[in-house]
Each structure stands twice: as C-alpha cells, then as structure tokens.
C-alpha cells in the first residue's frame, strides 16, 4: 500500500508506523510524526495533541510520498531536508553528513575549553560537511570567525546556505581543499570530524548511511585512520599556543589517534565520552604546553 487511507492524524501516525517497522527502520514512531509535521507544516505538538484532527488531501498525498521514501530507507533528514543540531536547523543533502547527536559532544568539548567566548577566535573545520560544527561555534562565540574546508564543492554549497540561514555568513569563509594541504595561518580552534570508518566496514552500514550518505564522508581508508593521517601531522604547524585542537573519533580508535598526536609533537589534554558512554572527542595541546 502506497497511499495513507486513514483521514485523522492519529490513525494515519498508527498506519506509518507499523509500514516503517515492517520496512526496518529503527525509530518508526518518531520518524512517522516528523514526516507528518513536514507534510502538514504544523509543529510536533500539534500533531500529538489533534489526533482527531482530519489531514487535507494534499497533506495525505504528500504525507504518502514521503513515507514510501522512508520505506525505501532514505534518511528523515534528506527526506525533509534538515536537521536540528544543538538546538539549530541545518539544510541536509546527499550531498553532506547528517549531523548527529553524538557530534554535538565535539561542540561541548570545545566550548569548554574556550576560556572567553567574547574572544576575536579564528576557528578551522576540516571537512565541514553542511558547517553544523563550525556554524554552531560561531553562533555561540559572537566575535569569532573561520574557515571551513571540504573536499566536496556540493558539500561546501550546503555549508553556505546554512551560514545564510543562521546570520553567519559574513564571519565565516569556505575553501575547496584536500584536507590541511597548503593551508596557512594560525588558528585559535580547530575541529574536525573526519571519515574514520574502515572501508570493509561500509557494507555492514544501515541502509540509511551507507545507501544514501556521501562515501567520501564515511571512507576512513583500510583501515579507518587515513584522514587522521593527513590531519594530525599539520596540527601543531595550524594553531597557536593557545589552540583548542578538537577531533571526533570513531569507535577504538582513541589510542591510535593518541599516537599519531604524539608522534606529531602533541599532548593529548583528553578524551572526552559522548552520551553512549563511548569515546567520542579527543582534544590536543602542543607538547610544548606542557
């Protein structure tokens, strides 16, 4: 069945939910609600509290085609082109990450080390994606500016429009670049949070990552470290003395990347846990600091 029968919101969230259970996804309730908040342009409130409340024609047409998208696995975000990332909307794409709740402990992670938020901050994001790190930075640090890099033209496309989106666009600058290659200047903070997922690992992805999101986002090399490799030996030469250096890891990969800081003349200053107890951040400090 292709076509949503119900005409009351309530029945019609009863109906999703069990197409998008059947089909695998993981969160059929909540994906079915944001769906119909799209459909309907209501808010998520609304449609919890008007389950009587009849959906016009439209709505339950576009309502229709959205869920035979999410039957087909396609991400919610894509489908409704955004995402909320640390209380902000970001425009998605194919052509970019989905930003994710376990990334928002990068942000944390940073913004506690920044000892003065007003500060003139010049802030690098190597492999921006749609800027949801570097953006969210800039918005709670009013005087700071950056630069994001990415590889991806289209990527940068997206990061701009939400730049435009947020009020950012004049502190902000992007650059088409291979990661830190012929890249100068000094940089208060630096975050990245790059592809670290081994490439034999890719197909055993949900269909949502692995059909639907960028490779070029995923691929972390043979072994899952190869953009490490390009970033961590240019750290040391891209902040100052005083640089929040941030990175987002994959799933045991903390003490490889340890290793690469320390052998680039870093000292690891942490290792910071996201909301599944797993380490998430690690931060750097030029070995000279201490």
Same mark, same amino acid.
């Given at each position: 069945?292709?076509?949503?029968?119900?005409?009351?919101?309530?029945?019609?969230?009863?109906?999703?939910?069990?197409?998008?259970?059947?089909?695998?996804?993981?969160? *059929?309730?909540?994906?079915? !609600?944001?769906?119909?908040?799209?459909?309907?342009? !209501?808010?998520?409130?609304?449609?919890?509290?008007?389950?009587?409340?009849?959906?016009?024609?439209?709505?339950?047409?576009?309502?229709?085609?959205?869920?035979? @998208?999410?039957?087909?696995?396609?991400?919610?975000?894509?489908?409704?082109?955004? @995402?909320?990332?640390?209380?902000?909307?970001?425009?998605?794409? *194919?052509?970019? &990450? %989905?930003?994710?709740?376990?990334?928002?402990?990068?942000?944390? %992670?940073?913004?506690?080390?920044?000892?003065?938020?007003?500060?003139? &901050?010049?802030?690098?994001?190597?492999?921006?994606?749609?800027?949801?790190?570097?953006? %969210?930075?800039? =918005?709670?640090?009013?005087?700071? %500016?950056?630069?994001?890099?990415?590889?991806?033209?289209?990527?940068?496309?997206?990061?701009?429009?939400?730049?435009?989106?947020?009020?950012?666009?004049?502190?902000?600058?992007?650059?088409?670049?291979?990661?830190?290659?012929?890249?100068?200047?000094?940089?208060?903070?630096?975050?990245?949070?790059?592809?670290?997922?081994?490439?034999?690992?890719?197909?055993?992805?949900? *269909?949502?990552?692995?059909?639907?999101?960028?490779?070029?986002?995923?691929?972390?090399?043979?072994?899952?470290?190869? =953009?490490?490799?390009?970033?961590? *030996?240019?750290?040391? !030469?891209?902040?100052?003395?005083?640089?929040?250096?941030?990175?987002?890891?994959?799933?045991?990969?903390?003490?490889?990347?340890?290793?690469?800081?320390?052998?680039?003349?870093? @000292?690891?200053?942490?290792?910071?846990?996201?909301?599944?107890? !797993?380490?998430?951040?690690?931060?750097?400090?030029?070995?000279?600091?201490?």
């Amino acid at each position: 069945m292709n076509d949503i029968q119900a005409n009351t919101v309530a029945v019609a969230l009863v109906q999703a939910a069990d197409r998008l259970k059947a089909a695998g996804a993981q969160t *059929p309730e909540l994906d079915a !609600r944001v769906l119909l908040c799209h459909a309907t342009g !209501r808010d998520y409130a609304w449609v919890i509290a008007n389950g009587e409340v009849e959906i016009g024609p439209a709505a339950r047409d576009g309502f229709a085609e959205m869920l035979a @998208r999410r039957e087909r696995r396609e991400p919610v975000s894509q489908i409704v082109a955004a @995402r909320e990332f640390w209380s902000r909307d970001f425009r998605v794409t *194919p052509d970019v &990450l %989905t930003p994710r709740p376990d990334t928002e402990t990068l942000v944390e %992670t940073v913004l506690s080390r920044i000892e003065d938020w007003d500060a003139p &901050l010049h802030m690098l994001d190597l492999g921006t994606g749609s800027g949801c790190l570097l953006l %969210t930075l800039l =918005a709670e640090c009013p005087n700071a %500016t950056g630069l994001g890099i990415d590889a991806s033209p289209e990527a940068l496309e997206v990061a701009a429009s939400n730049a435009v989106a947020l009020g950012l666009d004049m502190r902000v600058a992007w650059l088409e670049g291979d990661w830190c290659d012929g890249l100068d200047g000094n940089f208060d903070v630096i975050v990245s949070n790059p592809p670290y997922i081994a490439r034999h690992e890719l197909r055993h992805l949900e *269909p949502e990552v692995r059909d639907y999101e960028p490779r070029l986002a995923l691929d972390g090399g043979a072994d899952g470290f190869a =953009a490490y490799r390009r970033i961590v *030996p240019a750290l040391r !030469r891209l902040g100052t003395g005083a640089s929040v250096i941030a990175l987002e890891l994959g799933q045991g990969q903390a003490h490889g990347v340890a290793a690469l800081g320390r052998v680039a003349g870093l @000292r690891i200053a942490d290792v910071d846990q996201d909301i599944n107890r !797993r380490a998430r951040v690690i931060t750097f400090e030029p070995a000279s600091n201490g």
